[in-house]
């Protein structure tokens, strides 16, 4: 992991977020571990993830720029130089001759989420103590399909030490959702357990499926025929193809509701699939279709753009 997300995205500290989403997405495409076998490159990968991770979260961001986490996330110690420590009034041991367990001054100079424990008798010939600290969680960005998302399955990914897992995509994951792989972290001092893998998940666009919350909005194409006379027609959903009733007179834009078959949303309820009717016309109007409309007109006339010129639009 570079010490400068910055640099391992190849932005300036003043890059917005839109800027910072492109220069990951470009590193992803060149030197994503399923598409290179070049080690070099899947090190520039491991970098840029961990650097998009940290830096897509304005807080996180805000954050690493004051100097208060590096560039793992992980919280800085604050420097304090022993003299002020021991000075100081809220120093427990000040004055005093037996200096006993320094586990709180540990806890001071790490954070209690840092802190490591002192266990008697661990480790012989160091004065009966060891320490230990829980291994460093480490963070990765996973970028998933929209179906997979939505569906939920299952996705196989390598981490940069070889290990190959098969990760579990719950149905309805959202773009920014976290996934916590407990024990798939750095390995962790003395006897403590090592840290855990996080991993963000991206959802990729998908052009024929448009989120809005739980709601999904989907188009389908009809033909002239289906739109004057309406019909029975296959349309594809989250689950699968189901029949789809279109009624006669149908429009382009008008939208059809599939109750239940958008994204599951909180508590397991489903939102709905908004099914927008796109009429297309025939690849050639030949001369009996010009014909028969020709004779329609003539008595059957109308203006669709008469509503518009009223409303003053």
């Known amino acids: 992991m570079a010490d400068d997300p910055y640099a391992a995205l190849g932005v300036s500290r003043t890059a917005t977020d839109a800027e910072i989403k492109k220069a990951y997405r470009k590193i992803a495409r060149t030197d994503h571990p399923d598409l290179t076998d070049d080690p070099a ?8 993830s961990a ?7 304005p807080e996180q961001r805000a954050r690493f720029d ?4 590096d560039a793992q996330g992980q919280e800085r110690p604050q420097r304090r130089y022993y003299r002020d420590f021991s000075e100081s009034p809220d120093n427990p041991y000040r004055g005093q001759a037996d200096f006993g367990d320094f586990s709180d001054v540990f806890a001071d100079l790490f ?12 480790r012989p010939g160091a004065g009966g103590r060891s320490f230990d600290m829980r291994g460093q969680d480490y963070r990765y960005t996973l970028e998933v399909d929209f179906l997979t998302a939505a569906r939920g399955g299952t996705t196989r990914i390598t981490l940069p030490e070889g290990q190959v897992l098969d990760v579990n995509i719950p149905a309805g994951t959202r773009d920014g959702q976290t996934i916590r792989l407990r024990g798939k972290g750095g390995p962790g001092m003395g006897e403590a357990p090592p840290g855990d893998a996080l991993l963000t998940l991206s959802v990729r666009e998908d052009p024929d499926w448009r989120p809005e919350g739980d709601d999904v909005t989907t188009v389908l194409p009809i033909s002239l025929d289906e739109a004057v006379l309406g019909g029975r027609v296959e349309v594809q959903t989250i689950d699968g193809p189901v029949m789809l009733t279109i009624p006669r007179g149908a429009s ?6 599939l109750r239940g078959r958008g994204l599951q949303g909180a508590g397991g309820k489903r939102g709905d699939q908004h099914v927008e009717l796109r009429v297309v016309m025939p690849p050639k109007v030949d001369d009996e279709l010009a014909r028969f409309i020709e004779t329609w007109r003539k008595d059957h006339a109308y203006d669709p753009r008469a509503t518009r010129r009223r409303g003053g639009r």
């Open 41 to 48: 490159a899947h090190e520039r990968f491991k970098a840029a």
């Open 51 to 57: 650097a998009y991770d940290l830096l897509r979260d």
């Open 66 to 69: 004051r100097g208060e986490i």
């Open 111 to 122: 954070g209690e989420g840092g802190r490591g424990g002192f266990r008697a008798g661990a």
């Open 252 to 257: 382009s834009g008008q939208k059809l509701r």
